[in-house]
């Protein structure tokens, strides 16, 4: 298969409209395992996600036109799984299972489209809200996120002629090569690409996903992206995100099944899935509140994902309280994902080397670090921290309170209530980058 020549693919980007999503399979592995458990067990409810730009200085609305927005967002509404991808689905082996996708949902999923969005410019950034029925406005998030991020840097290249192209993308090859270099260094390395939501583009990821395949071999175990694991014959990797914990606490008809919630998830999650995927992602309301109150059964799942605080500190946490509830941390697995870079993956391996098993999510800072590639000054193609939660649940505020402030989601009166029912301790802030 040729290489495609990005640059001159970038250059060319004058059809009428060139989809940036060109598949509902180009999304998260997560999306799907989560939306397996949403359909079967909550099908229901209902929940609105909404578009949030944590760096409010960068204007958005002033740097992608509306129309064309609009465009893109109307083409993703017009897919459906093909058969090949569906054939994909219920064939393949994902986590050592050759079913984990059950036909009836399968069947359901082969006439699922994205539903309605609702899209108005404010103050500089865009309004961007899916309502409906959570089975359906979950599976908005994915490619709304990689629809915005690829728009923005394509302004961000528009005035650019191809040798100017060509420079900035040849300074992003190195640029990435140098990391995988430094990673070949570490034996026995687990890492995976994270990189689809933010991803400078489609085009860009799946680059960086075939040079890590060759520059790393063994040791880069898959993607998140689920058509790229398809098409480059890779593990798709993903287990379940905040959004869970958070629905789950805001439909709660009182307090004791808000807080009690996060362990609900657990629960329903282990109804459908085992082995592997029972990894636990502790910070939805704060990782020491979650510890505190947790069940002893929690302590017997495969591994934590610690999301939102620092790599040690966070991990670090999580070892101690596994040798509190008399778990050898040495069989049990972290799974590294918030904000990573070569330096944070080295010296999180180095710390923990021989201690626990390790697995690191490479994202934004893998599919989107073209900082000082432009042969001039380019702020807009530097990464954003551009996310989409839930905001509501059946008509109720949803919030998440994270390890760290400055991620926390929601109404502020909600947090506040939030914060009152599992406590403050052990959130920290710090500066939120991608």
Known sequence: MPKTDIARRVYNHTWKLDPIVRSLLDTDFYKLLMLQMIWGLYPKVDATFSLINRKRSVHLSEEIDEGELRAHLDHARGLRFSKKEMIWLAGN???GSKQIFAPEFLRWLADFSLP???????????????????????????????????????GALRNYGPFTLDVTYARAKAKMWEKVERLKKLPNLRISD??????????????????????LGDNFTG????LLAMDNDLEAL?????ELPMVLAAIAPNEVALKAAQYQVLEDWKSNYGGNLLIVL???????????????WVADWTGFRPDSAPAIEGGEKIIQWWKSKGRDPREKLLIFSDGLDVDMIEEAYHHFAGR????????????????????????????????????????????KLSDNPEKATGDAKEIARYLKIFGNKGRVAHEVVV
């Not at 309004?127 to 923005?152: C, D, K, S």
């Not at 993903?238 to 905040?242: L, Q, S």
């Open 116 to 154: 309605e969005y609702e899209l108005e410019r404010r103050d500089g950034q865009y309004e961007l809200h899916f309502h409906g029925r959570w089975i359906e406005t979950t599976m908005w998030e994915i490619p709304a996120l990689a629809i915005i991020n690829e728009l923005r840097s394509r």
């Open 93 to 95: 082996s994902f986590y």
């Open 223 to 226: 993607t998140s992206n689920v």
């Open 194 to 215: 994270f990189g689809t939501r933010r991803r400078h583009s489609f085009l860009w990821q799946r680059w960086c996903v075939e040079a890590l395949k060759e520059g």
């Open 282 to 296: 502790p910070d939805s309301f704060g990782t020491e509140a979650f510890l505190r109150e947790a069940p002893d």
């Open 238 to 242: 993903g287990t379940n995100a905040h």
């Open 356 to 399: 626990v098993r390790m697995a690191f999510g490479w994202g934004t800072n893998l599919t989107n670090d073209f900082v000082d590639c432009s042969p001039f000054v380019n702020h807009r193609l530097d990464a954003i921290s551009l996310v989409c939660k839930v905001s509501s649940a059946n008509g109720h505020p949803a919030v």
